[in-house]
T-cell receptor
């Protein structure tokens, strides 16, 4: 079983829809959870950063972490065509280790 | 804030030659920099971790003599692909962790725009 599982999609939604992206993981030592957005042929851009369990909101984006279920989510409200990209979840154990373990990414297309 | 640049953005080289890729943190100091490679439709695969002034730590299966990493300062790391071959063609991306988190976290990584290497 891979450490981080993420449905690769592709996921296609109409403009204005609510998008739900998810990752599951097996390593209970992960404490830091991140979501990155990557446009084609570009480096990943940090969207959300969460420590431990709970919710975090930033504009149209909400990140949720449920450590008991080893499950994280990213919600995008009022999706826009400019949100079309690949979304990668990433996790770190912290405790002095800066290494990230990435999911494979979910490709999202928001149709106007 | 938290901008990372890479140079060049795209390079074509002949088989057997060496290529150097630079990674710079422009508006922050980075304790640690990372080098990844990414194949089409695949996620990022960590190649090595480098800390300023010390030797890089390579992931299993990554040849340290082929992928030379130098982390000369808190804002600059370089990756040199030596004796490049067509199978080294890939998208190479660096990232940097700031001394103090920009989003308030200690374990943030900020990525460069990537370098596309094509070896002919």
């Amino acid at each position: 079983q891979k450490e981080v599982e993420q449905d690769p999609g592709p996921l296609s939604v109409p403009e204005g829809a609510i998008v739900s992206l998810n990752c599951t993981y097996s390593n209970s030592a992960f404490q830091y959870f991140m979501w990155y957005r990557q446009y084609s042929r570009k480096g990943p851009e940090l969207l959300m950063y969460t420590y431990s369990s709970g919710n975090k909101e930033d504009g149209r984006f909400t990140a949720q972490v449920d450590k008991s279920s080893k499950y994280i989510s990213l919600f995008i409200r009022d999706s826009q065509p400019s949100d079309s990209a690949t979304y990668l979840c990433a996790m770190s154990e912290g405790a002095g280790s800066y290494q990230l373990t990435f999911g494979k990414g979910t490709k999202l297309s928001v149709i106007p | 804030g938290a901008v990372v640049s890479q140079h060049p953005s795209w390079v074509i080289c002949k088989s057997g030659t060496s290529v150097k890729i630079e990674c710079r943190s422009l508006d922050f100091q980075a304790t640690t920099m990372f080098w990844y490679r990414q194949f089409p439709k695949q996620s990022l695969m960590l190649m090595a971790t480098s800390n300023e002034g010390s030797k890089a730590t390579y992931e299993q299966g990554v040849e340290k003599d082929k992928f030379l990493i130098n982390h000369a300062s808190l804002t600059l790391s370089t990756l040199t692909v030596t004796s490049a071959h067509p199978e080294d063609s890939s998208f190479y991306i660096c990232s940097a962790s700031p001394l103090a988190g920009v989003h308030g976290g200690l374990y943030e990584q900020y990525f460069g725009p990537g370098t596309r290497l094509t070896v002919t």
